[in-house]
C-alpha cells in the first residue's frame, strides 16, 4: 500500500527517504544518506542521523557520523531552510531545529570554539532558537568563556 504525503502543497507518494527518517532506526536512515528526495525529506533524515549519533557520542563511530552529516548538514542548510520556509507557512521556528545546539556541543566538548561559535551564528542568522532562555546568543557567550578557560589551563 502507499501512503502520500504533502510537499509543496501536493500530495505525492512517501518515498524511501520519507519511510527511512519516520522509522526514527538509524541504519535504514544512513542505507538511504545517499537518496534524492525532497528538501524537507532531506532536512529530517539529516537532523534524525545527528539525532540519535549525537546521543551515542560516547561511540567513537557514531561520534563521527555526527560530525560529518552535522557538516553535510550545513553545506545543504540553505537550501533546505528555503524548502522548510516554505513548506511550514513562513517559519523555521517550527519544527524545531536541533542540529545547531547539537553540533555546537559536539564542537565545544572537542574543544573547537570557534567553530561551534560559527554554527551558532548560523543559527541566529536564521533567528532559529535553542530552546533556551538565552538562545544562541547566550550560547556564544558560554562558550566564549569555555574558550578563555581553556586557554589559562
Request: charge should be positive; include cysteine; charged fraction near 30%.
Amino acid at each position: 500500500m502507499t501512503s502520500y504525503i504533502l510537499r509543496d502543497g501536493k500530495s505525492i507518494p512517501a518515498d524511501e527517504v520519507f519511510n527511512a527518517w519516520s522509522s526514527n532506526d538509524l541504519n535504514k536512515m544512513l542505507s538511504v544518506l545517499d537518496k534524492n528526495t525532497h528538501p524537507v525529506d532531506r532536512h529530517f533524515l539529516l537532523q534524525g542521523i545527528i539525532n540519535e549519533t549525537y546521543k551515542q557520542r560516547n561511540e567513537k563511530e557514531k561520534l563521527n557520523i555526527c560530525r560529518n552529516v552535522c557538516e553535510l548538514f550545513l553545506e545543504e542548510w540553505p537550501k533546505l531552510a528555503d524548502a522548510l520556509v516554505k513548506d511550514f507557512g513562513g517559519q523555521l521556528s517550527l519544527p524545531r531545529i536541533s542540529v545547531f545546539q547539537n553540533y555546537a556541543t559536539l564542537l565545544a566538548e572537542a574543544g573547537e570554539y570557534d567553530k561551534a561559535i560559527a554554527v551558532c551564528e548560523i543559527a541566529i542568522k536564521y533567528r532559529l532558537n535553542d530552546g533556551t532562555k538565552s538562545g544562541y546568543n547566550g550560547r556564544i557567550e558560554r562558550l566564549l568563556k569555555q574558550k578563555s578557560k581553556s586557554k589559562i589551563i
